[in-house]
């Protein structure tokens, strides 16, 4: 699979901006959004082959709106970013259905290089990706605890 749209969703401007610039030399940047709910309209809208969405945002966090992408018909591949390489952000957002994850400061070599590594495993199959094992929805009612816990909300 061809990874030509990607949809940037991050609460902080300069964030979507420095992602942004990393992106858009090799993939057109279709929308940006600054919370989970928008994020999750603008997929519907401008359908997207890729969504960089950060965990920690106002609204809807990107656990909620991680959820909701991939409850939809035919998702796009999901890339969660997170401020510091936190282990439990990260294994939460897999278990949801997260594709992959970068983390911040972003590097530019770190962040095409997992859209890369996603693109190719596109190519030899879905097989090779970790697919989840009930709907996404229901996970994130599962791990909501935990997720309140994660964010600093318990």
Known sequence: MMIKKIL??????FMRK?????LSDRYEVV???????EGVKKVKELDPDLVTLDVVMPKMNGFEALAQIKSMDFPPLVVMSTSVDQNEKIQI?????ADGYITKPFKEGKVLDTIEK?????????????????DPLETLNKLEEEIEEELGMA
Do not use: S
């Open 8 to 13: 940037v969703v991050d609460d902080a401007k």
């Open 18 to 22: 420095v992602l942004t610039d990393i």
């Open 31 to 37: 929308g940006e959004a600054e919370n989970g709910e």
């Open 93 to 97: 957002a897999k278990k949801i259905g």
């Open 118 to 134: 996603l693109e190719k495993e596109k190519e030899v199959g879905e097989e090779k990706r970790e697919e989840p094992e009930e």
